[in-house]
């Protein structure tokens, strides 16, 4: 899991955010929660997707209006498999690891793959 995970405001413009992962060399970030009251991420595909390709100004948007929503969690004690099938299941890349419903970290599949290449598979 990638601890402390990078959270901005809902209103901030998405062209903050690209510079804040950028600077992090982060390929997402949690969106705190807005009006709606619900938290979501915003990756890299999700700019390249609902900004780049559908020729909106990064500067114009909010990253509430590009953020996927509702998060996908686990809590903290979930095991690598249960969480893997959990991503393949929802058909995403990430999940974010929540405790006393706050987001406490990133689990990617990239960290999933690293860690049963280094360790295997648990019993």
């Known amino acids: 899991m990638n601890p402390e995970p990078v959270s901005v405001a809902a209103a901030t413009s998405v062209e903050d955010a690209m510079h804040l992962m ?4 982060i390929s997402s970030v949690i969106c705190e929660p807005g ?17 780049i390709s559908a020729g909106r100004r990064p500067s114009d948007a909010r990253v509430s209006e590009v953020a996927s929503k509702p998060l996908v969690t ?21 999940v974010v690891v929540v405790e006393n419903e706050r987001p406490v970290g990133i689990i990617s599949d990239t960290d999933i793959f690293a860690a049963v290449e280094q360790f295997g598979l648990p019993e």
């Open 22 to 25: 950028r600077e992090r060399h």
């Open 35 to 51: 009006d709606d009251g619900a938290w979501g991420i915003m990756t890299q595909r999700d700019v390249l997707s609902r900004i």
């Open 74 to 94: 686990v809590p903290g004690d979930m095991g690598l498999q249960e969480c893997a099938e959990k991503m393949s299941k929802e058909n995403i890349r990430r």
